[in-house]
């Protein structure tokens, strides 16, 4: 079955790096997602990974992915005011649905 | 090109009654997915379509329904509303499978 975890909030500096974590079960998953939410909005895809990846990097984000563990990292180079949020991650199966975690809020303190 | 669009984006309603709400994909994408999300259950999966079919349904009571039109833009429709249906309603596209889904804002719902 599917189930996605995710720790609840994060509070970093400015300009420090923020790294959210995300553990999931499926292991048949095809593709994982991070997703950030800003108050009274949608979700706005970040990155996504293939799971025969490690890692992915784009721009100010790194993904990491440990197939074994089923562990998976975002990681948010520079923090800014702009990444206060909350990031959702998920992963997608082969039944045309994605799989959420909780969310974790991310504080950008000055 | 143009995001997934959901209309309306805020809709009051009383128990009992139905409600509809839209979403237009991506120019392009076949498949449109739904979600809600509620402080306390999260992000759910309702259902998804491609070319007009239903390829899986969440774990929603009969209530929820939708459907897909040959142009890709789909409808849920909620009977019988619930205070418990009060919730953000988020439609997703993307181009065939459940590759990169990009959202829509959302329809916000309250049910009085």
């Known amino acids: 079955g599917e189930d996605v975890e995710q720790s609840l909030f994060l509070s970093v500096r400015e300009g420090d790096s923020s790294v959210i974590n995300c553990t999931y079960t499926?292991?048949?998953?095809?593709?994982l997602y991070w997703y950030k939410q800003e108050p009274g909005a949608g979700l706005q895809l970040l990155t996504y990974i293939f799971s025969n990846m490690d890692m992915k990097q784009d721009q100010r984000l790194t993904v990491l992915l440990n197939k074994k563990d089923k562990h998976l990292s975002l990681r948010i180079a520079d923090t800014q005011t702009g990444d206060s949020a909350i990031y959702f991650c998920?992963?997608?199966?082969?039944?045309?649905?994605?799989?959420f975690g909780a969310g974790t809020t991310v504080t950008v303190r000055a | 090109k143009a995001g997934v669009t959901q209309t309306p984006r805020y809709l009051i309603k009383t128990r009992g009654q139905q409600v509809t709400l839209s979403c237009s994909p991506i120019s392009g994408h076949r498949s449109v997915s739904w979600y809600q999300q509620t402080p306390g259950q999260g992000l759910q999966f309702l259902f998804e379509?491609?070319?007009?079919?239903?390829?899986n349904k969440g774990n929603f009571p009969g209530r929820f329904s939708g459907r897909q039109f040959s142009n890709s833009r789909s409808e849920m429709n909620v009977s019988t509303l619930e205070l418990g249906d009060s919730a953000l309603y988020l439609c997703?596209?993307?181009?065939?499978?459940?590759?990169?889904?990009?959202f829509g804002p959302g329809t916000r719902l309250t049910v009085l």
């Open positions: 998920a992963e997608s199966t082969n039944d045309y649905k994605l799989s």
């Open positions: 499926d292991s048949s998953s095809t593709y």
């Open positions: 379509y491609f070319s007009e079919t239903q390829r």
């Open positions: 997703a596209s993307s181009l065939t499978t459940l590759r990169s889904p990009f």
